[in-house]
Nanobody, 121 residues
Framework: VQLVESGGGLVQPGGSLRLSCAAS????????MGWFRQAPGKEREFVAA????????WYADSVKGRFTISRDNAKDTVYLQMNSLESEDTAIYYC???????????????WGQGTQVTVSS
């Protein structure tokens, strides 16, 4: 099983980034997917999640209206579009997978290695 994130980097406040997470080694369409982040000195926190079909999504209050999670089951990939980025969004972003049911806790079976997002002028 592999989850490989990409798309992180340095961006100015107000800017945008699109993260991708490519999955392999499991039946992607049978898994709910989530994005989490961990800032320096802080606990890992939930960011967004999406159901197996992509028909339902969940967001942390801190990113609602700015971030959009989506998935392409034909490409075994989940995305996180991040707009209007703020310095408080600086963190390592992780994607995660769990079978069938979405949860907003970190009870996910598989995790990627993370990608750094830095929001700074």
């Amino acid at each position: 099983v592999q989850l490989v994130e990409s798309g992180g980097g340095l961006v100015q406040p107000g800017g945008s980034l699109r993260l991708s997470c490519a999955a392999s080694g499991f039946t992607f369409s049978m898994y709910a997917m989530g994005w989490f982040r961990q800032a320096p000195g802080k606990e890992r926190e939930f960011v967004a999640a999406i159901s197996r079909t992509g028909g339902s999504t969940w967001y942390a209050d801190s990113v609602k209206g700015r971030f959009t999670i989506s998935r392409d089951n034909a490409k075994d990939t989940v995305y996180l579009q991040m707009n209007s980025l703020e310095s408080e969004d600086t963190a390592i972003y992780y994607c995660a997978a769990r079978p069938f049911v979405v949860v907003t806790t970190d009870s996910y079976n598989y995790w990627g290695q993370g990608t750094q997002v830095t929001v700074s002028s």
